[in-house]
Every structure is written in C-alpha cells, then in structure tokens.
C-alpha cells in the first residue's frame, strides 16, 4: 500500500485505513522513534507528562491514545500526527532525530 493516509468520502471508492490500523501504525511509530531517538519510556512520560504505563499500553497495543495525546506525542517529536503515524524510519523524508533535537531546544514549532 502506498504510504499516505487515505481518507474516505463520497468522492473516492480507495480503502480506507481501520482505526485498527491507524492505532497499530501509531504503535508501531511510537516505539521506532522513541527507540531511535534513544528515549526511554520513563523518560518520555516525565517528559510529556504521560504516565510510563499509559505509554507503554500504546506500544504494547492494548490502548489506543485519545486523539490529543496522539497530538501530544506527535508534537513532542516535532512531527503532525499524520507523519507519526505513518512515518518509516526507513521510508521516511525527514530526519527524525533531527527534528526532535530542534524541538527539544526549542527551534520547531
């Protein structure tokens, strides 16, 4: 599948991703890029003011985040939603780590 959101309306008959897949996606995105910029999951929570076992319930996929906390964690990394949870490391056209770093010091909004 091509990696972009599809979005269902009356103009289109492509599938469209489950909220299943969305969840799994973010998943799946949350645990790569944590891991990638070398962030713990306790880290991560005192820093984005989640708690450790409700972010590793999003890893784990046996919760999935309300949509503003799905905003918060994208945000935290410098990333929109629609990146984080369709993002690739490997695929991916931006430096993740280098985003985070300059949303850490403050120079991304």
Excluded: W
Excluded at 3 to 32: C, H, I
Excluded at 60 to 72: C, E, I
Excluded at 82 to 104: A, G, H, M, W
């Amino acid at each position: 599948m091509d990696n972009r959101l599809l979005l269902a309306n009356e103009y289109t008959t492509e599938p469209t991703l489950s909220e299943k897949q969305l969840a799994d996606f973010f998943a799946d995105s949350l645990r790569e890029i944590r891991n990638h910029c070398k962030l713990s999951l306790k880290e991560l929570s005192s820093r984005i003011d989640i708690p450790n076992q409700t972010l590793s319930s999003y890893e784990n996929k046996t919760h999935v985040p309300s949509m503003l906390q799905a905003v918060k964690i994208a945000a935290f990394f410098g990333l929109t939603l629609e990146e984080f949870i369709l993002c690739r490391l490997d695929t991916f056209p931006y430096d993740v780590t280098e985003l985070y770093e300059k949303q850490k010091q403050g120079l991304y909004k």
